[in-house]
């Protein structure tokens, strides 16, 4: 496992720090803002690339391509209306999706530990799906030819067992201000600035039990701080009222309502409700923004394994994840291959940071539970 994934940042401990004092009381940041090109890859490169590794464990020839019986099985939390389409498109096979949030999809693996229904899981729960290899419950030790066109910062992700791969990284929460309630210059600047009593019962969030993306948010503060630390960072914000969603589109609600004017949002929301006109503004904070990754792993169940090899090996693709941010209903992303151009409106400078992916795994648990007994009291 790469140890030294997160690299702590000293600069966002130096600004907490001094916030909680004054409040009486991404890997620091792997970064990932390497220029984006047009993808120069076809939908028939696609489909060549994915029949060679169908045919690849037999002698190459078109008569050992593998012959689907059943639609792949794929567990998902996004991109459910575009993705069976486009691997049918590209390969020929059919896809059956099953799609849930974070917690309903882990929740259904869960119940199906003793007999998976599941091929693929493909959700933006890293360290959930981490856990389940350490479970026995996916296929390991295997590298897609197109895992060469990771980025490094992607590269660095893949766990040394090669349990799973990325397929791309969302922020999980940006800094989002209504600016009817805010000048540019009242307005939180890094994620320090949340402890500010101007801010008191005005800033919320998603629940790290709940949505998906919001365990990486609060994972990534309570690693890059300490655990101790991270947990006096959202203590002082809880004891300003800091107010807790269930999800994130609930955020967007009551940013719109007025209930809350600041808010830790996830990036397609924020995205999305500015273009609706709502009254906001999008802060990327330099220190990086806490990333959620979108992953994909192969349950050690299947029985269509080449197929589901396929599946990994085609969102690997530069022209698959180009049409994900071009068509996908989540396409405020970074692709997590080279050649992938980024959404116009996106921040060029965008920054992602991302918890270590063995303390986000072990920690989890623990780290949910303290929440939901915190937005309890």
């Known amino acids: 496992m790469r140890k030294n994934i997160l690299r702590k940042t000293a600069a966002l401990f130096t600004c907490i720090a001094a916030a909680a004092s004054l409040t009486a009381c991404r890997s620091g940041s792997t970064s990932a803002d390497s220029a984006p090109t047009a993808a120069a890859e076809t939908v028939a490169d696609t489909a060549e690339n994915t029949e060679e590794a169908l045919t690849g464990a037999n002698d190459g020839s078109q008569e050992g391509r593998v012959t689907q019986t059943k639609p792949l099985v794929v567990y998902l939390n996004d991109f459910d209306a575009v993705i069976p389409e486009m691997f049918k498109e590209a390969t020929g096979y059919d896809v059956e999706v099953v799609s849930g949030n974070g917690a309903e999809t882990m929740s259904r693996i869960a119940a199906e530990a003793g007999n998976p229904q599941w091929d693929v899981v493909w959700i933006d729960s890293m360290y959930d799906v ?54 540019e210059a009242d307005a939180p600047k890094t994620f320090a600035d949340l402890t500010d009593e101007k801010y008191s019962g005005k800033v919320g969030m998603a629940d790290p039990g709940v949505a998906a993306p919001a365990y990486p948010l609060a994972a990534y503060f309570m690693d890059s701080l300490g655990l101790e630390g991270g947990k006096e960072y959202f203590q002082t914000m809880f004891s300003q009222g800091l107010k807790v969603f269930p999800k994130n589109p609930q955020v967007v609600q009551a940013l719109a309502s007025g209930e809350i004017s600041v808010a830790l949002l996830q990036e397609t929301n924020a995205y999305d409700m500015k273009e609706s006109g709502e009254p906001i503004s999008i802060i990327w904070p330099e220190e990086g923004a806490p990333g959620s990754t979108r992953v994909a792993a192969i349950s050690a169940a299947t029985e269509q394994e080449e197929i589901a090899k396929a599946f990994v090996n085609f969102l690997l693709d530069a022209d698959t994840q180009q049409k994900l941010v071009d068509m996908g209903d989540e396409g405020y992303f970074e692709p997590s291959v080279e050649g992938v151009a980024l959404k116009p409106e996106r921040d060029a400078n965008a920054r992602m940071a991302v918890a270590d992916i063995e303390f986000g795994a072990e920690n989890e648990a623990d780290i949910k539970a303290w929440f939901a007994d915190m937005s309890a009291q």
């Open 130 to 183: 981490y856990n389940l290899a350490g479970e026995g419950q996916l296929l390991t030790d295997w590298e897609p030819e197109n895992a060469a066109n990771l980025t490094e910062f992607s590269r660095n992700l893949v766990p040394d067992n090669k349990c799973f791969y990325p397929t791309g990284i969302h922020a999980a929460g940006v800094l989002v201000y209504r600016t009817d309630v805010f000048t």
